[in-house]
């Protein structure tokens, strides 16, 4: 794959996990959201965000927030599977004060306007079963009623604890989550909304948060930048729909299919540098993932032709291997994590 970069050098290591981490302010909040109005005249509130905040002492200008992917919440960011220091921490010592988001109607956010609703509870839903996820995130292969296997080379623990701990950090959604116009509505709405409240910040999403995410960012001034981490859907504008890209998945269909916005909309996110990560064995898994990678490339050239400073970095063109579906918590994030801040002061985000 040949889009994007030369490589990114690499900041100092941060400080070490036994030096204290001195916090200035941390809380909690719901942001966004519904409230809904029954017949008997009770109301009940819905569709809002959760998000918790540390604020570090002498913390840089800009904070990051960090938005979850499919069938996770903010776990993701916080600790990794064999128990270091994930981005949340890690970040916080570099100076960032830190947003966690549990998005609507997953997680601690809850409530949904919608009913309760858990996919894959009672069904065989094509990404609920450890099997599923194991492959299509490419850890290794596992068949059912098998031993999972890794990837030869893989930046994945291998313990049975660290294994455990991964396997038990989904998280259900309580109400619809698809990529129906209406929940993409609801839920950038909500992070636009903890935008406007906490004022500029830079944004950070992974997998399927692009559908959502990119309609956040054009909704909100406040959003300085954003870094997707092996995002699937993908936003474009209206009056240039993108060309079509084959899959032979018919579950993907709506993980692939292009979310058409206004061009203005679309035009504020040209005006925001973008960076998308690809982590490895993509070519292993191109039955499930080269539709993703094609409809990053579109949008990436469709963002720098009107004038945006987008770019897909594909960490093995950069001589960084075995990483899986979470670049962020893998074994190399010390190192995933250096890319980003570097990235962010190529862009004059870390003063």
């Known amino acids: 794959m040949t889009d994007s970069t030369t490589s990114i050098p690499a900041e100092s290591s941060p400080a070490a996990p036994t030096e204290a981490l001195l916090i200035q302010e941390q809380g909690s909040f719901a942001f966004g959201g519904t409230v809904v109005e029954r017949p008997d005249g009770a109301t009940v509130h819905t569709d809002h965000g959760y998000v918790q905040y540390q604020i570090p002492v002498n913390a840089k200008k800009l904070p990051i927030v960090m938005w979850h992917g499919y069938g996770q919440s903010a776990r993701t960011w916080e600790t990794t599977p064999d128990g270091r220091e994930g981005f949340q921490t890690l970040f916080l010592r570099r100076g960032y004060p830190v947003y966690l988001i549990d998005q609507p109607r997953r997680g601690r956010a809850s409530t949904s306007s919608e009913g309760i609703y858990v996919p894959g509870a009672n069904d065989e839903?094509?990404?609920?079963?450890?099997?599923?996820?194991?492959?299509?995130?490419?850890?290794?292969?596992?068949?059912?009623?098998?031993?999972?296997?890794?990837?030869?080379?893989?930046?994945?623990?291998?313990?049975?604890?660290?294994?455990?701990?991964?396997?038990?950090?989904?998280?259900?959604?309580?109400?619809?989550?698809?990529?129906?116009?209406?929940?993409?509505?609801?839920?950038?709405?909500?992070?636009?909304?903890?935008?406007?409240?906490?004022?500029?910040?830079?944004?950070?999403?992974?997998?399927?948060?692009?559908?959502?995410?990119?309609?956040?960012?054009?909704?909100?001034?406040?959003?300085?930048?954003?870094?997707?981490?092996?995002?699937?859907?993908?936003?474009?504008?209206?009056?240039?729909?993108?060309?079509?890209?084959?899959?032979?998945?018919?579950?993907?269909?709506?993980?692939?299919?292009?979310?058409?916005?206004?061009?203005?909309?679309?035009?504020?996110?040209?005006?925001?540098?973008?960076?998308?990560?690809?982590?490895?064995?993509?070519?292993?898994?191109?039955?499930?993932?080269?539709?993703?990678?094609?409809?990053?490339?579109q949008f990436v050239a469709a963002l720098r032709e009107r004038g945006g400073d987008a770019e897909n970095l594909f960490l093995p063109e950069i001589g960084i291997h075995g990483n899986t579906h979470f670049p962020f918590s893998d074994l190399n994030s010390l190192e995933i994590a250096d890319q980003l801040s570097a990235w962010l002061a190529r862009k004059g985000l870390d003063g």
Do not use: M
Request: net charge negative.
């Open 125 to 297: 839903e094509f990404f609920f079963t450890d099997q599923a996820f194991w492959d299509a995130f490419r850890i290794g292969e596992w068949d059912r009623g098998e031993q999972p296997r890794f990837h030869a080379g893989v930046q994945f623990p291998q313990d049975p604890e660290s294994i455990s701990q991964y396997l038990r950090s989904g998280a259900a959604s309580v109400g619809p989550d698809g990529f129906d116009d209406a929940t993409r509505e609801v839920f950038s709405d909500a992070v636009a909304a903890l935008f406007d409240r906490i004022g500029p910040a830079i944004l950070l999403i992974h997998s399927t948060c692009g559908a959502f995410g990119w309609r956040a960012a054009s909704k909100s001034e406040n959003v300085k930048a954003v870094v997707g981490y092996e995002i699937g859907p993908y936003s474009y504008p209206i009056s240039e729909p993108p060309a079509a890209v084959p899959f032979d998945i018919p579950e993907l269909e709506p993980w692939v299919a292009a979310d058409l916005i206004p061009d203005e909309s679309f035009d504020r996110l040209a005006r925001i540098p973008i960076q998308i990560v690809w982590g490895d064995f993509l070519q292993e898994h191109a039955y499930e993932w080269a539709p993703y990678v094609a409809r990053s490339k």
